[in-house]
């Protein structure tokens, strides 16, 4: 068993605290999942206290209800934990001219202010042990831009600079961070977006997937939820202790092009 703040060999995270945001479902859920098989004590947080309690208690760790665009609430937050993932996200699509101002605010709380606020909370306890792991679950959107996502890809640009800023500064306390940067991954978020496409687009959900999602990868399907959750691993544990500023992306070559 590794002792406290510190990662074991490899993939071992035994001893090792995690905190997953929007644990509750999708790649959050994922994450979790996959932290505590490697042997994480990890806690789940999420708005849907009910569904995150659940997935908490399926793997044996604690849940955290919050509303994390609530940002005010965590300006002196003292968060102790040796991983943190910040993947709660939402997505909302519209023309910059339609766009909703109080949809892109909040978009750009819970998406960029909420890992900035979490990651200045868990950066003292890090530093003290000498050791932390930030894994923040950005997209292929934080490296390129779509039409109709201007809150989304703004939010994603910005977590991939916060991301790089603290892997700056934690590097000499022992601290990584980086970026996954997956393209469209099966979800129910994901799924909403499908809806919206083909409302947008005036097709049908198929033709979404297949012309307009599907378009830029060379791998033609969706991303799983446990493909980026084994990558979240990887970035936790003691392997990957020279790995800090990067954006790995799992884009099925869409970024190649």
């Known amino acids: 068993m590794a002792s406290a703040g510190k990662p074991g060999n490899g993939g071992d995270l035994s001893g090792l605290r995690a905190v997953v945001t929007g644990g509750a479902g999708g790649i959050g859920e994922a994450c979790a999942r996959q932290l505590a098989s490697q042997g994480a004590k990890v806690t789940v947080a999420d708005i849907n206290g009910e569904a995150a309690g659940r997935v908490a208690d399926d793997i044996g760790g604690a849940f955290w209800q919050v509303d994390l665009s609530d940002t005010a609430a965590f300006d002196e937050l003292d968060l102790d ?18 766009f909703d101002p109080a949809a892109f605010r909040l978009i750009q709380r819970l998406m960029l202010e909420a890992p900035f606020l979490l990651i200045r909370a868990v950066l003292p306890g890090m530093y003290a042990r000498g050791y932390g792991r930030i894994i923040n679950i950005s997209s292929i959107h934080g490296l390129r831009a779509s039409a109709f996502k201007s809150a989304y890809v703004s939010a994603k640009h910005g977590l991939e600079g916060l991301s790089k800023v603290a892997a700056l500064e934690g590097g000499p306390h022992g601290v990584t961070s980086n970026c996954i940067c997956p393209a469209y991954v099966r979800t129910p978020l994901v799924e909403a977006q499908i809806q919206d496409q083909a409302r947008i687009h005036g097709v ?54």
Do not use: C, F, H
Request: charged share 20%; glycine share 10%; hydrophobic share 45%.
């Open 204 to 257: 049908t959900e198929e033709e979404v997937l297949s012309s307009v999602l599907l378009t830029e990868p060379a791998v033609k399907r969706l991303v799983e939820p446990a493909e980026v959750a084994s990558l979240a691993g990887w970035l936790a544990g003691a392997d990957a202790g020279m790995v800090t500023a990067a954006s790995y992306t799992m884009d099925g070559g869409w970024s190649g092009r």
């Open 81 to 98: 934990t040796d991983i943190l993932v910040n993947n709660a996200g939402i997505q909302r699509i519209a023309a910059i001219e339609d």
